[in-house]
Protein backbone atom coordinates (compact mmCIF):
# COMPACT_ATOMS: atom_id res chain seq x y z
CA UNK A 1 0.00 0.00 0.00
CA UNK A 2 1.88 3.12 -0.85
CA UNK A 3 1.21 6.64 1.39
CA UNK A 4 -1.93 7.50 -0.54
CA UNK A 5 -3.71 4.87 -0.08
CA UNK A 6 -2.96 4.57 3.45
CA UNK A 7 -3.78 8.33 3.92
CA UNK A 8 -7.64 7.95 2.04
CA UNK A 9 -8.04 4.29 4.44
CA UNK A 10 -7.16 6.26 7.31
CA UNK A 11 -9.21 9.45 7.02
CA UNK A 12 -12.24 6.51 5.98
CA UNK A 13 -11.80 4.59 9.35
CA UNK A 14 -11.39 7.62 11.26
CA UNK A 15 -14.75 9.21 10.09
CA UNK A 16 -16.51 6.50 11.23
CA UNK A 17 -18.37 7.12 14.78
CA UNK A 18 -16.45 4.41 16.76
CA UNK A 19 -16.92 6.45 20.04
CA UNK A 20 -20.80 5.32 20.05
CA UNK A 21 -20.27 2.10 20.21
CA UNK A 22 -18.73 0.13 23.13
CA UNK A 23 -14.86 -0.44 23.89
CA UNK A 24 -14.58 -3.97 22.77
CA UNK A 25 -17.17 -2.68 19.45
CA UNK A 26 -15.05 0.08 18.56
CA UNK A 27 -11.71 -2.04 18.71
CA UNK A 28 -12.50 -4.83 17.18
CA UNK A 29 -13.96 -2.54 14.16
CA UNK A 30 -10.33 -1.26 14.32
CA UNK A 31 -9.18 -4.88 14.07
CA UNK A 32 -11.26 -5.85 11.84
CA UNK A 33 -9.98 -2.93 9.47
CA UNK A 34 -6.71 -3.24 10.05
CA UNK A 35 -6.88 -6.67 8.12
CA UNK A 36 -8.16 -5.28 5.26
CA UNK A 37 -6.42 -2.85 4.82
CA UNK A 38 -2.60 -4.33 5.40
CA UNK A 39 -3.58 -7.66 4.22
CA UNK A 40 -2.19 -9.17 7.42
CA UNK A 41 -3.75 -12.41 8.38
CA UNK A 42 -4.79 -10.91 11.72
CA UNK A 43 -4.47 -7.74 13.94
CA UNK A 44 -5.17 -7.09 17.71
CA UNK A 45 -5.34 -4.28 20.40
CA UNK A 46 -3.99 -5.14 23.71
CA UNK A 47 -4.29 -2.31 26.53
CA UNK A 48 -2.81 -1.52 29.92
CA UNK A 49 -4.48 -2.70 33.37
CA UNK A 50 -4.55 -1.56 36.22
CA UNK A 51 -0.68 -3.75 37.23
CA UNK A 52 0.24 -1.94 33.71
CA UNK A 53 0.59 -5.19 32.08
CA UNK A 54 -0.96 -5.46 28.62
CA UNK A 55 -4.12 -7.75 28.05
CA UNK A 56 -6.12 -8.66 25.73
CA UNK A 57 -9.18 -6.25 23.97
CA UNK A 58 -9.86 -6.96 21.13
CA UNK A 59 -8.90 -9.40 17.89
CA UNK A 60 -9.58 -9.93 14.20
CA UNK A 61 -10.02 -13.78 14.87
CA UNK A 62 -8.80 -16.79 16.98
CA UNK A 63 -5.51 -16.79 16.69
CA UNK A 64 -4.74 -13.37 17.09
CA UNK A 65 -6.66 -13.22 20.79
CA UNK A 66 -4.12 -16.95 21.63
CA UNK A 67 -1.24 -15.17 20.51
CA UNK A 68 -2.32 -11.80 22.82
CA UNK A 69 -3.10 -13.98 25.35
CA UNK A 70 0.03 -16.01 25.20
CA UNK A 71 1.80 -13.15 25.16
CA UNK A 72 0.71 -12.12 28.41
CA UNK A 73 1.02 -15.03 29.94
CA UNK A 74 4.52 -15.41 29.22
CA UNK A 75 5.52 -11.91 29.36
CA UNK A 76 7.43 -12.51 25.91
CA UNK A 77 6.91 -10.70 22.37
CA UNK A 78 7.03 -8.64 20.05
CA UNK A 79 3.95 -6.75 21.16
CA UNK A 80 5.18 -6.95 25.35
CA UNK A 81 8.44 -5.92 23.50
CA UNK A 82 7.18 -2.88 22.13
CA UNK A 83 4.60 -1.79 25.29
CA UNK A 84 8.14 -1.59 27.33
CA UNK A 85 10.83 -0.22 24.59
CA UNK A 86 7.95 2.26 23.13
CA UNK A 87 8.75 1.22 19.70
CA UNK A 88 7.75 -1.05 17.22
CA UNK A 89 8.90 -4.46 17.10
CA UNK A 90 8.81 -7.30 14.48
CA UNK A 91 10.10 -10.74 14.17
CA UNK A 92 9.82 -12.80 11.00
CA UNK A 93 8.92 -15.92 12.94
CA UNK A 94 7.59 -16.19 16.64
CA UNK A 95 7.34 -19.79 16.60
CA UNK A 96 11.19 -20.22 15.69
CA UNK A 97 12.55 -16.57 17.57
CA UNK A 98 15.07 -17.36 20.28
CA UNK A 99 14.36 -14.46 22.11
CA UNK A 100 11.07 -15.49 22.98
CA UNK A 101 11.01 -19.78 23.82
CA UNK A 102 7.92 -19.40 25.67
CA UNK A 103 5.76 -17.25 23.36
CA UNK A 104 6.99 -19.67 20.53
CA UNK A 105 5.82 -22.85 22.88
CA UNK A 106 2.55 -21.26 23.73
CA UNK A 107 1.52 -20.54 20.26
CA UNK A 108 2.56 -23.82 18.43
CA UNK A 109 0.27 -25.21 15.53
CA UNK A 110 -2.04 -21.86 15.85
CA UNK A 111 -0.59 -20.92 12.24
CA UNK A 112 1.46 -17.39 13.95
CA UNK A 113 4.34 -16.67 12.58
CA UNK A 114 5.34 -13.11 11.75
CA UNK A 115 3.99 -10.68 14.18
CA UNK A 116 4.68 -7.07 14.19
CA UNK A 117 3.71 -4.52 17.21
CA UNK A 118 3.66 -0.90 17.85
CA UNK A 119 3.10 1.54 20.41
CA UNK A 120 -0.54 3.01 21.01
CA UNK A 121 -0.62 6.12 22.93
CA UNK A 122 -3.02 7.86 25.03
CA UNK A 123 -2.09 11.84 25.57
CA UNK A 124 0.97 11.32 25.00
CA UNK A 125 1.40 8.18 27.07
CA UNK A 126 2.01 4.50 25.72
CA UNK A 127 -0.93 2.44 27.17
CA UNK A 128 -1.05 -0.89 25.23
CA UNK A 129 0.12 -2.33 21.75
CA UNK A 130 -1.41 -2.89 18.06
CA UNK A 131 -0.29 -5.74 16.91
CA UNK A 132 -0.53 -7.75 13.25
CA UNK A 133 0.40 -11.55 12.53
CA UNK A 134 0.67 -13.14 9.66
CA UNK A 135 0.43 -17.09 9.10
CA UNK A 136 3.63 -17.44 7.20
CA UNK A 137 6.97 -16.40 7.79
CA UNK A 138 7.71 -12.80 6.47
CA UNK A 139 10.44 -9.97 6.92
CA UNK A 140 8.43 -6.95 7.59
CA UNK A 141 9.90 -3.57 5.86
CA UNK A 142 10.36 -0.56 7.03
CA UNK A 143 7.80 0.87 5.36
CA UNK A 144 4.61 -1.93 6.71
CA UNK A 145 6.39 -0.53 10.54
CA UNK A 146 5.82 3.15 9.60
CA UNK A 147 2.93 2.08 8.43
CA UNK A 148 1.28 0.57 11.41
CA UNK A 149 2.83 3.02 13.45
CA UNK A 150 0.30 5.39 11.68
CA UNK A 151 -2.92 3.20 11.82
CA UNK A 152 -1.85 2.79 15.64
CA UNK A 153 -3.07 6.64 16.02
CA UNK A 154 -6.71 5.70 14.60
CA UNK A 155 -6.57 3.47 18.07
CA UNK A 156 -5.31 6.28 19.67
CA UNK A 157 -7.73 8.48 18.30
CA UNK A 158 -10.77 5.98 19.14
CA UNK A 159 -9.75 5.43 22.51
CA UNK A 160 -9.60 8.91 23.38
CA UNK A 161 -13.34 9.38 22.10
CA UNK A 162 -14.62 6.62 23.63
CA UNK A 163 -13.57 8.07 27.23
CA UNK A 164 -14.62 11.17 26.51
CA UNK A 165 -17.72 9.81 25.76
CA UNK A 166 -17.76 7.42 29.03
CA UNK A 167 -18.16 4.22 27.09
CA UNK A 168 -15.17 2.91 28.88
CA UNK A 169 -16.60 1.71 31.68
CA UNK A 170 -14.25 -0.19 34.00
CA UNK A 171 -11.16 0.06 31.43
CA UNK A 172 -11.29 3.96 31.98
CA UNK A 173 -10.02 3.69 35.38
CA UNK A 174 -7.65 1.14 34.20
CA UNK A 175 -6.10 3.15 31.77
CA UNK A 176 -6.43 6.07 34.03
CA UNK A 177 -3.70 4.47 36.23
CA UNK A 178 -1.76 3.70 33.32
CA UNK A 179 -1.32 7.06 32.30
CA UNK A 180 -0.82 8.30 36.22
CA UNK A 181 2.27 5.77 36.63
CA UNK A 182 3.74 5.49 33.41
CA UNK A 183 6.57 7.54 34.11
CA UNK A 184 7.36 6.11 37.36
CA UNK A 185 7.42 2.66 35.95
CA UNK A 186 9.51 4.01 33.71
CA UNK A 187 12.07 5.03 35.44
CA UNK A 188 11.74 2.20 38.03
CA UNK A 189 12.41 0.12 34.99
CA UNK A 190 15.59 2.09 34.25
CA UNK A 191 16.54 1.68 37.76
CA UNK A 192 16.87 -2.08 37.96
CA UNK A 193 18.51 -2.13 34.31
CA UNK A 194 21.22 0.40 35.62
CA UNK A 195 21.75 -1.66 39.29
CA UNK A 196 20.87 -5.41 38.24
CA UNK A 197 22.56 -5.35 34.09
CA UNK A 198 19.38 -6.81 32.74
CA UNK A 199 17.12 -5.74 29.82
CA UNK A 200 13.92 -3.41 29.95
CA UNK A 201 11.80 -6.49 29.78
CA UNK A 202 13.24 -8.67 32.52
CA UNK A 203 13.19 -5.26 34.51
CA UNK A 204 9.60 -4.89 34.36
CA UNK A 205 8.79 -8.33 34.89
CA UNK A 206 10.81 -7.75 38.05
CA UNK A 207 8.40 -5.07 39.18
CA UNK A 208 5.34 -6.76 37.82
CA UNK A 209 6.59 -10.08 39.77
CA UNK A 210 7.24 -8.60 43.15
CA UNK A 211 3.75 -6.26 42.61
CA UNK A 212 1.29 -9.36 41.51
CA UNK A 213 3.57 -11.59 44.40
CA UNK A 214 2.53 -8.87 47.05
CA UNK A 215 -0.85 -7.78 46.24
CA UNK A 216 -0.13 -4.57 45.00
CA UNK A 217 0.11 -1.64 42.44
CA UNK A 218 2.90 -1.96 40.38
CA UNK A 219 3.65 2.13 40.58
CA UNK A 220 3.60 1.88 43.87
CA UNK A 221 6.47 -1.23 43.75
CA UNK A 222 8.25 1.06 41.49
CA UNK A 223 8.72 4.32 43.74
CA UNK A 224 9.75 2.37 46.55
CA UNK A 225 12.46 0.68 44.17
CA UNK A 226 13.48 4.61 43.43
CA UNK A 227 13.52 5.57 47.08
CA UNK A 228 16.12 3.07 47.33
CA UNK A 229 13.90 0.25 49.13
CA UNK A 230 15.14 -3.45 47.61
CA UNK A 231 12.81 -5.51 46.08
CA UNK A 232 11.83 -8.29 48.35
CA UNK A 233 13.54 -11.79 47.27
CA UNK A 234 11.66 -14.04 45.05
Avoid at 29 to 48: E, H, N, R, W
Amino acid sequence: MDADQLSTSLRGLAGRDLASAGIHEALQQVSDACVAIFGVTGSGVMLADDQNVTRYVASSDGPGRILETAESETTQGPCTQAFVDVTAVASRDVATDPRWPDLAAAVAGHGIHAVLGVPVRLGGVVVGTLDVYRDEVHEWTAEERQSLVQYAEVTSRTLAALLQAHRAGELAAQLQYALDHRIVVERGVGYLMASRGVDAVSAFNLLRTSARRDRRKIGDVATEVLLGRPLPAS
